[in-house]
């Protein structure tokens, strides 16, 4: 059996507290990422329908959501379901293929 001693299981707990960190800053890195991706589609959202002249109400209403739920799509907001921003995109003639 191997016997740790006090300096090792500070290392050891030093190793694990470390991974913790990494996954921690990975998850927030991703995490960032998707959130700059959906202000992203949020804008071109918003581009795409002023482009069109299209007023607010009408694009929400087209798109059978609120006029707050577009708001809150073109500002990229995270809490908005993801069929949402779909129904909006084919409102406006957006596809997902060229965003």
Same mark, same amino acid.
Request: glycine share 10%; proline share 0%.
């Given at each position: 059996? %191997?016997?740790? +001693? @006090?300096?090792? /299981?500070?290392?050891?707990?030093?190793?694990? @507290?470390?991974?913790?960190?990494?996954?921690?800053?990975?998850?927030?890195? %991703?995490?960032?990422?998707?959130?700059?991706?959906q202000?992203?589609l !949020?804008?071109?959202?918003?581009?795409?329908?002023k482009?069109? !002249?299209?007023? #607010?109400? $009408?694009? #929400?209403? $087209?798109? !059978?959501?609120s006029? @707050? +739920?577009?708001?809150?799509?073109e500002?990229? /907001? +995270? $809490? @908005? $379901?993801?069929?949402?921003?779909?129904q909006?995109?084919?409102?406006?003639?957006?596809?997902? !293929?060229?965003?």
């Amino acid at each position: 059996m %191997m016997r740790i +001693t @006090v300096g090792g /299981e500070i290392l050891y707990m030093f190793l694990i @507290v470390y991974k913790m960190y990494k996954l921690y800053i990975i998850r927030n890195i %991703m995490n960032n990422s998707l959130l700059i991706q959906q202000l992203d589609l !949020g804008a071109k959202i918003a581009a795409q329908r002023k482009a069109l !002249g299209v007023r #607010a109400q $009408s694009a #929400a209403r $087209s798109a !059978g959501i609120s006029r @707050v +739920t577009l708001h809150r799509i073109e500002k990229g /907001e +995270t $809490s @908005v $379901s993801l069929g949402a921003y779909l129904q909006v995109c084919q409102a406006l003639g957006l596809h997902l !293929g060229i965003l």
